[in-house]
Structure formats: C-alpha cells, structure tokens
T-cell receptor
Framework: GDSVTQMEGPVTLSEEAFLTINCTYT??????LFWYVQYPGEGLQLLLK?????DKGSNKGFEATYRKETTSFHLEKGSVQVSDSAVYFC??????????????FGQGTILTVHP | DTEVTQTPKHLVMGMTNKKSLKCEQH?????MYWYKQKAKKPPELMFV???????INESVPSRFSPECPNSSLLNLHLHALQPEDSALYLC?????????????FGPGTRLLVL
C-alpha cells in the first residue's frame, strides 16, 4: 500500500536558519502530495500542495517540489521564524483507491525555532 | 473561505455518558471525514461520507456512530467510550469530486474520557 516517510525529528533551529524537512513516498500511479502544519493545540492547516510531477507548491515562504524520479516532496524555507514552530506532516492521496478520503500521512516532524 | 468549524472545543465525559461532536462547513463540499489523533501521532481516518452516504468505515468500534444529516453537517455520536478513546477528533471536508483532492481540517475537539 501507499506510505510516506518523513525525516525523524525533532528539529531545532535558530531564527533565520534554513529549514529542510525530508519526505519520500511510496505509491502506485500519480498521487497528489501535501504538507500540513499543526500549531500547538490546533487542528491541521494545509500549508502547500502539488498534484503532478515537477509542480512546486509554495506558501508563507515554504516550498516543496514534486519529484517523481526520486519519489520525494521535501519541504524548505529559507529563513525560519519562531512562529514556524509546529508539527509538519507530509501526506498523499492517490487515485488508485476505491473511494475518497485515504490521506496517507507521514509520522510528523516537530520543529522548534529559538530566537 | 476554507473554514471547517467544530464544536465543542473540549469535552470531558464519563464512560457511561452519551455525547456528540459536531462539524460544519459551508464551502459546498460533498465529502466529509472524521479522524482521530493521539498525541505526537498523525491523524487516523475513522469515517468518510460522500454525498451524505457513509463510504468508508475504518473498522471503528460501534461506540462511535457517525451521522451526516445534510451536506453541511457531520456529527459523531459517542457512547460508552473507554479512556483510551481520549484524543483529538478532527473533522475535514473536500469537494467530493475526485480521489486526489485537498482536504480541509477543522480545529478539532479535544476529548477526555474518565
């Protein structure tokens, strides 16, 4: 079945540092890829998405490129802020299923940014 | 507007109580979802409704009973829960037209079962 693997955390950075959170996936067909962010005590927010190979999703300074050849969707940000401290989930949906709703998540990466 | 609302925000219940969680969206979405999330874990899918019909039940115990009265509203009825059911319950919705569409999540209901 489909699976998503994220780099192990937690990740601790200083403000203005460069961020990379690695995400690789296993899926048949042509999945759509997502990054969700969960701030402390809140639900999940869609951060960015990409629906086909070589698409780049971007939002709030975060970027990720859908790389089919390496089955990856790494999240990057050039300069993190304290307010970026949260849990980041990589996820996919796949048309290979029999009905809607099978969002497959990675295990999540906890990011802490210090001033 | 991509807002999904959930009430209540917090809920404490005993093992003999009956309670309900409510989820609402006004985006015209026709697919709605319930997820359960334990601390430091990704969400786990429980149920999917498509056009007000239950399309996926991920082998959830019968003490959880979903209901979709109309296209904007999704309920989760709780009865005789166990302490291990304590978790964050998240509702999500999507357009309901394709397998790979984006799901939008609500803020969740944090449930504590005593």
């Amino acid at each position: 079945g489909d699976s998503v693997t994220q780099m192990e955390g937690p990740v601790t950075l200083s403000e203005e540092a460069f961020l990379t959170i690695n995400c690789t996936y296993t899926a048949t067909g042509y999945p759509s890829l997502f990054w969700y962010v969960q701030y402390p005590g809140e639900g999940l927010q869609l951060l960015l998405k990409a629906t086909k190979a070589d698409d780049k999703g971007s939002n709030k300074g975060f970027e990720a490129t859908y790389r089919k050849e390496t089955t990856s969707f790494h999240l990057e940000k050039g300069s993190v802020q304290v307010s970026d401290s949260a849990v980041y989930f990589c996820a996919l949906t796949n048309a290979g299923g029999t009905s809607y709703g099978k969002l497959t998540f990675g295990q999540g990466t906890i990011l802490t940014v210090h001033p | 507007d991509t807002e999904v609302t959930q009430t209540p925000k917090h809920l404490v219940m005993g093992m003999t109580n009956k309670k309900s969680l409510k989820c609402e969206q006004h985006m015209g979405h026709r697919a709605m979802y319930w997820y359960k999330q334990k601390a430091k874990k990704p969400p786990e899918l429980m149920f999917v409704y498509s056009y007000e019909k239950l399309s996926i039940n991920e082998s959830v115990p019968s003490r959880f009973s979903p209901e979709c009265p109309n296209s904007s509203l999704l309920n989760l009825h709780l009865h005789a829960l166990q302490p291990e059911d304590s978790a964050l319950y998240l509702c999500a919705s999507s357009l309901g037209r394709a397998f790979q569409e984006t799901q939008y999540f609500g803020p969740g209901t944090r449930l504590l079962v005593l």
